[in-house]
């Protein structure tokens, strides 16, 4: 099967946007014009409401935890977020039909609340997930990713056609044990740990999961791994499609 190709933050590449603001829903829409779909870094208001999370600069990041929803709402125009209704507003509103990719960032956000109130907030996070998916019927669209077994766990029993996909962070074995035991969909792994062991995407679609590779971010590297079919490539280089045609 061919990879499908989702811009990383939503139009790829900070610095080939052609005059689009990157923080804005123009840039999202020209990330679904140019790929097989989007992925977002999504985080949560102090009442559980998701925004997307632009991150050009990390020190310059707004901490969206420490505000309720009417609060970023209010300064959402001259910040670098955007309320993840309005980008499925306009996915509805236009009928596309292209993936979402929704990586949920709470542990960084959370991560004193994470560590006390695990349980209440993954069913917030998760519930916050259901009701918004539910409202637009996006179920079939979504792709779920983050590093919390727990928290994937909940979305994907609420949610059943959702692909829910662990993150990797150091070795393979476990994650993929833990994906399947979970009934999870696939694992996330960098283009860098794909790097050092080629034969992970055949191994894992022969365990009947999912592969996403990310941090792909030159030609050569797209060109390395398009090929080798994961399910999925998440990728800052906005003319992909000259680079595979070529």
Do not use: W
Request: neutral net charge; glycine residues 4%; contains cysteine.
């Amino acid at each position: 099967h061919v990879p499908k190709v989702c811009m990383q933050y939503g139009c790829g590449d900070i610095n080939k946007t052609n005059g689009i603001t990157y923080y804005s829903m123009l840039c999202l829409i020209a990330g679904f014009q140019q790929s097989d779909g989007i992925n977002l870094d999504v985080r949560f208001s102090s009442d559980y409401h998701p925004y997307i999370l632009f991150r050009e600069d990390k020190k310059s990041e707004i901490v969206v935890e420490n505000y309720n929803s009417n609060q970023l709402d209010s300064f959402v125009e001259n910040s670098k977020i955007i309320p993840l209704s309005r980008l499925f507003t306009y996915y509805k509103r236009n009928n596309l039909n292209k993936t979402i990719v929704l990586t949920l960032d709470v542990n960084s956000g959370f991560k004193s609340k994470f560590v006390k109130n695990k349980k209440r907030l993954v069913s917030n996070i998760s519930f916050a997930i259901d009701s918004i998916v539910d409202v637009f019927l996006l179920d079939s669209s979504i792709v779920i990713n983050s590093k919390e077994i727990l928290l994937l766990e909940e979305i994907k029993r609420n949610i059943p056609n959702a692909e829910c996909n662990l993150i990797v962070e150091s070795t393979l074995e476990k994650p993929a044990l833990q994906a399947q035991h979970y009934n999870l969909n696939g694992i996330v792994v960098t283009y860098k740990m794909y790097n050092k062991n080629k034969k992970c995407i055949d191994v894992m679609h022969y365990n009947n999961l999912k592969v996403t590779v990310t941090g792909v971010s030159t030609t050569d590297e797209l060109l390395d791994v398009y090929y080798q079919y994961p399910d999925y490539i998440q990728t800052s280089l906005s003319d992909y499609l000259n680079v595979i045609q070529k």
